[in-house]
């Protein structure tokens, strides 16, 4: 694993704007960036990446099997009890999923480790799916990138292909694709997804979630009043759940994507969770409810809300003492703790491996990097090759 430094393309932040990449630049700093690039061998993508991205994804929905039959732990989950049967029928009929990506410290030598699972509304998918494809091909065909480079990146065809399966499960039914007003990079993704479903032969429509409604039938509704039987909706179930609409879920006859059920895997108990039932795996960290008498044998640990979104809330704590930190709202429900280990450090950057799967199969990777520890939603993206 290496970090190149490689001459950008040029006129590629028009060609950005052509492919509406709106959120290539934020707040005056690079999103997007290509000045470098990480470097793999095979044989880390194969061994190292993918191959515990598949047996830790089965271990997550194993944990899924638990949780949901165990009062206790979805207490222990945070998750409120009006919800435990719609979850837990959720998950007995098999609702279908699309994608998620779990995050790993990996450095290139020993075995990545598991950060967290975003496995309901993670962002980036644009940008891996198809931005970092096009500057591979691009970089080959100008001499930059050896002919043989290749990049670990199904993403756009297994997407493409996962819409084709679940379009059978809803024939007829439009797919109505939501996300929150005011947020470029949740727009991009969601446009993404669109396109993707789109060239699947699914009929779409876009909602903000602000504008989503409730009909005298208890129905939600677009702002034409169409009923919405089927929902792509890149807003969190946690949030979803504590909403004034959220006794209206049980009822609304929509088909949720992301289902329901994974409101298990999109919290931090998790972790501590798949250390209880998988101590000692080589991919995962020591992890506690930070209540846990255990938790106490941690003197070097990142403490971490049971609920968070793109790093807020995270400390680094060494021997008692926070050595880095985020500011954000969460928190409320509790923490659970995780043993530290140091991200890679490229020069000045840290850098951090999201890995992606599609229908519960590994489908490509992104690479982000930041000067602080906790990676959070500016954390810069930076293309991959293989060779």
């Not at 949901?68 to 945070?78: A, M, S």
């Not at 169409?226 to 504590?242: A, D, H, V």
């Not at 000045?348 to 982000?368: F, K």
Request: charged share 25%.
């Amino acid at each position: 694993m290496l970090r190149r430094r490689i001459t950008e393309r040029a006129g590629w932040r028009a060609l950005a704007a052509d492919y509406g990449f709106n959120f290539h630049t934020m707040y005056g700093e690079p999103y997007w960036d290509e000045s470098t690039c990480y470097q793999f061998s095979l044989d880390q993508i194969e061994d190292d990446l993918e191959a515990p991205t598949a047996e830790i994804h089965q271990m997550c929905l194993e944990v899924v099997g638990r949780v949901v039959r165990d009062e206790q732990l979805l207490r222990r989950c945070q998750i409120p009890e009006p919800f435990w049967d719609l979850i837990a029928r959720s998950w007995y009929e098999r609702e279908p999923s699309l994608y998620s990506r779990l995050d790993f410290v990996y450095d290139g030598q020993g075995p990545a480790k598991l950060l967290e699972n975003n496995a309901d509304t993670p962002t980036s998918l644009y940008e891996t799916g198809f931005w970092q494809w096009l500057w591979l091909e691009q970089q080959v065909e100008a001499g930059q990138l050896p002919r043989c480079s290749d990049q670990f990146n199904s993403l756009q065809e297994r997407l493409i292909a996962r819409f084709r399966q679940l379009k059978q499960s809803m024939p007829g039914h439009y797919l109505h694709m939501a996300c929150c007003q005011d947020t470029v990079e949740d727009r991009g993704t969601v446009q993404y997804l669109q396109d993707c479903a789109e060239q699947a032969g699914i009929r779409t429509r876009f909602v903000y979630i602000e504008d989503i409604g409730l009909n005298d039938r208890q129905r939600f509704v677009d702002m034409d009043g169409r009923p919405i039987s089927w929902l792509f909706k890149l807003y969190p179930w946690e949030f979803m759940q504590r909403e004034g609409y959220g006794q209206n879920l049980a009822g609304c006859g929509v088909r949720f994507l992301e289902p329901i059920w994974k409101t298990v895997l999109s919290n931090k108990s998790l972790l501590a969770l798949l250390w209880q039932y998988f101590p000692d795996h080589p991919n995962l960290l020591p992890a506690y409810f930070e209540n846990d008498p255990a938790a106490a044998g941690l003197t070097h640990f990142v403490r971490k809300p049971i609920y968070s979104r793109e790093g807020a809330n995270i400390q680094i704590v060494h021997q008692g003492r926070v050595i880095e930190q985020a500011d954000g709202p969460y928190g409320d429900e509790g923490y659970i703790v995780q043993a530290f280990h140091q991200l890679p450090r490229f020069g000045d950057n840290y850098t951090l491996i999201g890995s992606w799967l599609v229908d519960d199969q590994p489908a490509g990777i992104s690479v982000r990097e930041d000067r602080s520890m906790i990676t959070q939603d500016l954390s810069r993206f930076v293309p991959h090759f293989i060779g």
